[in-house]
């Protein structure tokens, strides 16, 4: 989030409008990820077998769910003209849950692509070291990493006085001197890391993925329909911030940039609640109507006949087929 998430109270119609429209998209975003996630959380906690699968995806969900608990206070805030009514600790902490959320979604498609990669090109080795343990160490290692990419918007943000009367929380770098290198050394490690370098690895998993089921004349399988709608949504969520991120750098910019920026944070809140649906709609059992509860179309999307697994010793050889089968 930048410092100028929304404009002030003396904005334009046209900025008007545009705030009308984050808030719908808040509000949207916030209930059905907090519904969508939740159902997410508890089937995979409570209703199916602990497999590398779930893990990956109840670790995802979390991320998303975090995201969309969030989403009230940015609503508040462009409600109130950017004003911060939340005091300067949680200025602080929203804004470093939020991307803690992003690198942490960010890191964990990075881990279910390389996943995915691993049982296509080297099966026999998935079958003897892919375990749901090792799984969580990976996820609980994504997400200290995720951790220590948004600790540094704990000491960046802080809740300034504004000359028209109220509170914004914003970023203050310190000094003229090092302030531009410190906004500039955020955006980029932000862009790089949280969004480039994901991905690319992703692509790169997907294409060996890809070159390998061409080879063996093979069709996608709904396991990879599944995890590249996930990817491509995050992805196409998140890339206007990015860009509009690297636009707000200009000195002169203009009005458009500052109203698109506000539009490209409203974005990517949409990411937060397109996973269960994609989970559902693309879920085998879900076409094919045979179960009519909302969790057995979860279960069908993430358990082991749809993206598959390594959990039951007798059908551990024939579910890495499958899953191999892209």
Request: overall charge positive; hydrophobic content about 50%.
């Amino acid at each position: 989030v930048s410092g100028n998430t929304t404009s002030p109270r003396n904005q334009s119609a046209g900025s008007d409008a545009l705030n009308q429209v984050s808030v719908a998209i808040f509000v949207i975003s916030f209930l059905l990820g907090l519904v969508g996630n939740s159902v997410v959380v508890w089937v995979t906690c409570f209703r199916m077998h602990r497999t590398v699968n779930t893990v990956w995806f109840l670790s995802l969900a979390l991320a998303n769910l975090l995201y969309s608990l969030l989403l009230p206070f940015y609503a508040a805030q462009t409600v109130a003209g950017g004003y911060w009514v939340f005091g300067n600790f949680l200025c602080k902490v929203i804004s470093s849950l939020l991307f803690l959320s992003m690198f942490a979604s960010a890191f964990q498609l990075t881990l279910i692509s390389a996943d995915r990669c691993l049982l296509v090109t080297r099966p026999v080795w998935a079958q003897r070291v892919r375990t749901p343990c090792l799984a969580w160490g990976a996820a609980a290692g994504a997400w200290l990493l995720a951790g220590a990419f948004s600790a540094p918007y704990l000491f960046f943000r802080f809740v300034k006085e504004t000359k028209e009367g109220g509170a914004r929380c914003i970023n203050d770098f310190g000094s003229k001197e090092v302030k531009e290198r410190r906004k500039q050394a955020l955006i980029s490690v932000r862009f790089v890391i949280g969004f480039l370098v994901p991905l690319l690895v992703i692509l790169a998993c997907h294409a060996v993925v890809a070159l390998r089921a061409r080879h063996r004349g093979r069709r996608s399988s709904r396991t990879a329909k599944v995890v590249a709608a996930v990817v491509l949504s995050f992805f196409l969520c998140w890339l206007p911030y990015h860009v509009f991120n690297f636009l707000q750098g200009w000195k002169d910019k203009p009005e458009v940039v500052k109203m698109g920026s506000s539009l490209a944070f409203s974005l990517t809140c949409l990411g937060c609640f397109l996973n269960p649906l994609l989970y559902t709609f693309l879920g085998r059992r879900f076409q094919e109507g045979l179960r009519p509860s909302p969790s057995r179309w979860l279960e069908a999307a993430l358990g082991e006949e749809s993206l598959g697994s390594n959990s039951g010793r007798r059908r551990k050889q024939s579910t890495l087929s499958s899953e191999a089968r892209m």
